[in-house]
């Protein structure tokens, strides 16, 4: 096939294939490659030595030299983009062929289309659902399952609007290599959809728009914006055709908000509040800190507790003071064939949409197209025929960086069943993921990579810290984790056999000396 001079393809090129890995797309990757790649190693660095400060002692606060950013009352985002100024249910998934026609059909206003945490990167996963997203918009998509169930489109006006989520700035995409490097998964990602689909959605009066996920910095998002600004020029469409929501996911984000929107406020939609992947960034920022950033059970830290209700409250506030739109987290349940396992986890989720509607966000996140309707019943009770409510600027909010730090102050113990959760969860996650499946339905709720980071990394900070479990009295120590491991596998479909890669990847990663950043680092190293 036709690439570019100095890149070069490992992975195999399946038949349909160079319908996204285009000549045109290809020199995008190489150019953002040669322009951007050097910058995107030294904030990995950035990130890494951040921690070691926080070792150290040192803390996180908001940023002195950015002062006169938060300070300026004069500087908005873009005007919400075509497609995209009625946010209030948005439905999340993977890129296979099945969820990308369920999706976009499940009258939801937009679709999170995942090539990052509810996918794998697989090259066939992340060429496929590059292919699938192209024919989603030619309208060339349909699929017939085992059952002779057939899935087809709806018409054009009744779809989810498209939003891709590229891999995370640290995910190398390792069957790329641009001068004889590694190229970086996001702009792979990115640069195979703005060059291909990205296009057609132009052409359907829509722009190619993302969410960007983990990043730590706002100059982190001055490189996305950088790499917006050179695919634009490149492709000749104007400036600001792109759009990106970026995903407040991470500790240190939470106290650059502003300025991570004031850096793509030409090509800024937003800001979206998430949950474990929040948790999991405090226990690794803070995890050699001991008590004072210790979290409870997983499924006790709701969205509720002190720093986490700090967190949300700044976001709705950020973003509205600046013309952005607040979207929040994930109802991750799926409906059951258990009536009062339905009944009980529809209040909850009813709970949750009404508090985020009621403090402001402009819409929410369903994984599942039966919680569609119920996301956006709730939201349609507050915004009424308003496409959001963004005019709402929530003055009376004043966060500290002190609230933002009080993780002491969430209730809740640290147990065996919460022990015993975060070691099944995380075993079976990653056994479907090596094997190619990103979104992974466990215990009635659609995981992602995001659980398992938050379990594996809620087992090493309690091994690591010698913590006694508040309803055995047992302490977690290597030993006991061996014995959970081998009995939560036992009580799995199939044999022990079957999970032993996915069992010897989550001990690599939870229960280690060395903290790893992130766990799909050393599972991708397993994958071919």
């Not at 009625?86 to 439905?91: K, P, V």
């Not at 939470?254 to 949950?275: C, P």
Request: glycine fraction near 8%.
């Amino acid at each position: 096939m036709d690439t570019p001079d100095g890149l070069t393809i490992t992975g195999d090129i399946a038949p349909r294939a160079q319908e996204v890995l285009t000549p045109q797309a290809l020199a995008l990757v190489a150019a953002l490659h040669r322009a951007l790649d050097d910058r995107r190693l030294e904030l990995l660095e950035a990130r890494r030595r951040r921690v070691e400060d926080l070792a150290a002692g040192g803390t996180l606060d908001f940023l002195p030299e950015t002062r006169h950013i938060r300070e300026d009352p004069t500087w908005r985002v873009a005007p919400p983009a075509p497609g995209i100024e009625d946010r209030r249910c948005e439905i999340t998934g993977p890129t296979d062929r099945k969820m990308t026609i369920n999706a976009l059909n499940s009258g939801a206003k937009a679709w999170l289309a995942d090539h990052e945490d509810a996918n794998t990167p697989q090259w066939s996963a992340v060429v496929g659902g590059q292919l699938n997203l192209l024919d989603a918009i030619n309208r060339t998509i349909d699929f017939t399952g085992d059952n002779g169930k057939h899935y087809a489109l709806k018409p054009d006006e009744e779809l989810a609007t498209i939003i891709v989520r590229p891999r995370g700035w640290h995910l190398p995409e390792k069957h790329i290599q641009v001068d004889g490097r590694p190229v970086s998964g996001s702009l792979v990602d990115f640069a195979l959809y703005v060059a291909t689909a990205g296009l057609r959605q132009i052409e359907k009066g829509q722009g190619p728009y993302f969410y960007l996920p983990k990043m730590e910095s706002y100059l982190e998002a001055r490189l996305w914006n950088d790499a917006f600004v050179l695919a634009q020029d490149f492709l000749g469409i104007p400036q600001g055709t792109i759009r990106a929501t970026v995903l407040i996911e991470t500790y240190p984000a939470a106290f650059e908000m502003e300025e991570i929107l004031y850096e793509l406020r030409e090509h800024s939609s937003g800001l979206n509040a998430g949950r474990w992947d929040f948790m999991f960034s405090v226990i690794k920022s803070f995890r050699t800190r001991g008590t004072e950033f210790m979290l409870p059970d997983r499924n006790a830290v709701t969205m509720t507790v002190p720093f986490m209700r700090a967190y949300t409250e700044l976001l709705v506030k950020t973003c509205h003071t600046r013309g952005a739109h607040a979207i929040g987290g994930m109802a991750a349940f799926i409906p059951s064939r258990d009536e009062a396992v339905n009944e009980a986890a529809f209040a909850k989720v009813r709970d949750d949409k009404t508090r985020e509607a009621n403090d402001g966000f402009d819409g929410s996140w369903v994984a599942h197209p039966g919680m569609v309707e119920l996301c956006k019943e709730v939201f349609t009770s507050v915004l009424g025929d308003k496409p959001n409510q963004i005019d709402r600027t929530r003055d009376e909010v004043q966060v500290t960086a002190a609230q933002l730090l009080d993780v002491a102050g969430t209730p809740g113990d640290v147990t065996e069943a919460g022990l015993r959760n975060n070691v099944s969860v995380g075993i079976q996650y990653l056994k479907a993921w090596l094997g190619g499946l990103g979104a992974v339905a466990i215990f009635n709720l659609m995981e992602d990579a995001a659980t398992a980071e938050i379990s594996r990394s809620q087992v090493w900070q309690w091994l690591h810290n010698d913590v006694t479990l508040a309803d055995t009295g047992r302490q977690v120590t290597r030993e006991l984790i061996d014995q959970i491991v081998e009995e939560e596998i036992a009580k799995l479909p199939g044999d022990a056999a079957d999970y032993e890669e996915a069992k010897q990847t989550f001990l690599e990663v939870a229960v280690a000396d060395d903290y790893a950043d992130f766990l799909t680092l050393p599972a991708y190293a397993r994958m071919p």
